[in-house]
Every structure is written in structure tokens, then in C-alpha cells.
């Protein structure tokens, strides 16, 4: 299964709104997180309306979102800190 991948925190906030599912949780690449959701023309329509301002959706389910994606941001952060603060390596 192909993947989409983005970088952008509201819009993969957007397309869970929407009912798109990850595929994987996000990750870290360097400092870049990356949000990965299966790859289709329908969802690259879907972030192009997004960017052109042409999305629609319901803005308490979009902030939702959002919140739980922010949190899920700062859960990671605080993970990669623990594993470098004890010696692991990524």
C-alpha cells in the first residue's frame, strides 16, 4: 500500500476530519515530522482544496483533531528527549 506523506500538522488534522485514517503513526526524520495516510487521487484532491482554501468541514471535529494531533506532537518530543537524555539511539 502506497503512502502520502505529509509534513503539515492542520492539514493531516483536515484529512482525519474528513475520516481519513494514518496508515502508521507519525515519526520524526530529523527534526521533520511526517504524517503518513494512503495515497489516492481523492485525498491529493483533498489537500489541494485544503491549500487553495476551498475546504469544508466541520471546525470543532477539524480542532478536535487538531488538539489530539498536537498532543500526540508533544508525546513524541517528549519520547526522542527520555531516549536521548538515557543514551539510546534513534
Known amino acids: 500500500m502506497e503512502a ?7 492539514c493531516a488534522a483536515y484529512l482525519m476530519t ?7 503513526p507519525p515519526e520524526f526524520k530529523g527534526r521533520t515530522l511526517l504524517f503518513y495516510f494512503e495515497a ?10 485544503f ?18 494531533l498536537r ?4 508525546d513524541l518530543r517528549e519520547a526522542r528527549r527520555f531516549r536521548k537524555l538515557s543514551g539510546e539511539v534513534e
Open 4 to 10: 502520502r506523506t505529509l509534513t503539515d500538522l492542520s
Open 18 to 24: 474528513l475520516g481519513y485514517r494514518e496508515l502508521k
Open 51 to 68: 491549500y487553495e482554501g476551498k475546504a469544508k468541514t466541520d471546525p470543532l471535529a477539524f480542532a478536535d483533531h487538531l488538539t489530539t
Open 40 to 49: 489516492s487521487p481523492k485525498i491529493d484532491q483533498e489537500i489541494n482544496d
Open 71 to 74: 498532543a500526540s506532537l508533544r
